[in-house]
């Protein structure tokens, strides 16, 4: 065990060579490599790197979690790394993580206006994520931190999250909570081989396998300027879930004509060009009319209830045509507060609850309902307002316009985009709900159903230079079995028996006939 008074430390000598650190090495595997080769605690380490220590000129048994943090390191302590270590580590693993990720639009347009440290942590995966073959040897890799990544780019192999024995899951931190020892789990398993073990001083300075043999992580980690130029005027959704985020590089050289697209998944494309520019004089570009954000809020919100209007008229004729009676006995109970015990067909049921939470409406009786058809749109503003503060703020404030403050002239290209994202995320609930209707039906659920914004395809916009041609690209995952409801009411007897028995409730239950009258 190490003595971590802090008055000694400029004293001590510690186990350990420079050439252990390896090329794209962690902070990680770094301190953990310090740690084994020194027989040191969680606490010594933290006592010997952390700023804290010299914040509070005393030996410190307590950390918070800034301390701890492996993702920034923006509490350990630079100079104090490169005396010990010969490396910072620190500026080493930003510069690794920035060589993946500043190549990203949302990255490259926030960086300027959003601390860095920030920008990192979105992608990064706050549990330890690694390949099975480079630890062995006590190699761990940022690149098998980043989201971007799911595969180890030296072996090919699938990463992993958990423990192989006991599947428990270690936090990305400087803890003792999932550890017995460096590189050895709670539940004993030894992550490290027996050669590594017993001979670490020679294996460790063997160069591990670095050679990055992941054809798409090469071509992304070698884009020319002109390429980057591209890949940053290359827009997708920033709230992804991070799970999806391994999907990026492949999709975004793709968008660049880099790599073949793919027929594992659906993909889709359209083209929007913009008439606003095209056809003015330079000198009339000059005295175009500046349009604000602000003047142009109630044109994009009426645009886009065009564009629900028109994918609900999609739903009802296309796909839900042979269910418009099963749609009208389900409005037509205007007091029903529990479905469990009612006989309702999914489809119709899948469509009202879209348009009761996106409606804001009170209950299922209220859809389709002619009273309420003046109040719709009001209603609906407030799912539009909040549908644009999730999804688009990121994407479009911070991106496409750069500052939600700028004026711009192409008012029109904003709203095709916000038209397009707002089609994809509606077709996409509905799809959500009609996946989940039989467990929803069996839970009696007729209040809100939670929106997932991050469950959206993948989308990007990529926007030419001048801004005067935009594409949409979709990607999909293939659905493995199609969603076969048999519908309770298929047959004209089925739908009589269930007007009966609504009739029958009709003269049953007070309410009905006081609101009758």
């Not at 003046?374 to 316009?401: A, C, P, Q, T, V």
């Not at 199609?482 to 009739?503: G, H, M, Q, T, W």
Request: glycine share 2%; aromatic share 12%; net charge positive.
């Amino acid at each position: 065990m190490i003595n971590s008074d802090n008055s000694l430390h400029s004293n001590i000598s510690y186990t350990w060579r420079k050439l252990w650190i390896h090329d794209y090495e962690s902070p990680w595997g770094i301190l953990q490599k310090f740690q084994f080769a020194n027989s040191a605690s969680y606490n010594d380490i933290l006592n010997i790197f952390s700023i804290s220590r010299l914040e509070d000129k005393i030996k410190c048994n307590s950390w918070s979690d800034r301390d701890k943090d492996l993702t920034n390191l923006s509490r350990l302590d630079g100079e104090q790394l490169i005396n010990i270590l010969g490396v910072n580590i620190k500026k080493e693993n930003n510069k690794n993580i920035i060589a993946l990720i500043d190549k990203l639009s949302d990255v490259y347009l926030k960086c300027h206006i959003i601390n860095i440290d920030r920008i990192i942590t979105k992608y990064i995966r706050s549990q330890l994520t690694y390949c099975p073959e480079c630890i062995k040897d006590g190699y761990h890799s940022i690149f098998h931190q980043v989201t971007l990544i799911n595969k180890c780019p030296f072996h090919l192999i699938d990463l992993i999250s958990v423990c192989p024995n006991c599947n428990a899951r270690i936090d990305y931190k400087i803890c003792d909570k999932s550890f017995l020892e460096p590189f050895r789990c709670i539940c004993g398993y030894w992550f490290l081989s027996n050669n590594t073990i017993k001979n670490f001083v020679t294996r460790w300075g063997i160069e591990p396998r670095t050679e990055i043999i992941m054809p798409e992580l090469n071509l992304w980690l070698n884009l020319s300027e002109e390429q980057k130029k591209i890949s940053r005027n290359i827009y997708f959704n920033s709230r992804l879930d991070k799970t999806q985020h391994n999907y990026l590089i492949s999709e975004i050289l793709t968008l660049m004509n880099i790599l073949e697209f793919s027929e594992d998944k659906k993909y889709y494309k359209t083209t929007y060009t913009s008439l606003t520019k095209d056809k003015l004089s330079s000198k009339e570009l000059e005295n175009f009319p500046i349009v604000s954000l602000a003047e142009k809020e109630e044109e994009i919100f009426l645009s886009s209830c065009k564009t629900y209007s028109s994918i609900l008229r999609y739903i009802r004729k296309k796909l839900l045509h042979k269910h418009k009676t099963c749609i009208k006995s389900l409005t037509i109970r205007k007091y029903v507060n529990n479905l469990s015990d009612i006989i309702v067909c999914p489809y119709a049921y899948a469509y009202t609850m879209l348009r009761k939470n996106l409606e804001n409406l009170y209950r299922i009786s209220d859809v389709d309902n002619k009273d309420n058809t003046r109040y719709w749109k009001k209603n609906y503003k407030y799912f539009s307002i909040s549908f644009y503060d999730h999804i688009l703020e990121d994407y479009i404030k911070s991106g496409y316009i750069t500052n939600s403050k700028e004026i711009f002239h192409e008012v029109d290209n904003l709203t095709w985009i916000m038209d397009k994202v707002l089609g994809l995320f509606i077709i996409n609930y509905y799809n959500y709900i009609l996946r989940n209707a039989t467990l929803l039906l069996s839970k009696g659920i007729v209040n809100s159903i939670e929106m997932d914004y991050e469950l959206m395809p993948n989308f990007y916009f990529k926007v030419n230079d001048n801004k005067s041609n935009i594409e949409c690209h979709c990607w999909s995952e293939p659905v493995e079995q199609e969603v076969d409801y048999e519908c309770p009411f298929s047959s004209i007897k089925k739908r009589r028996k269930d007007k009966l028995d609504l009739n029958f409730k009709y003269f049953a239950i007070p309410e009905y006939r006081k609101k009758s009258k």
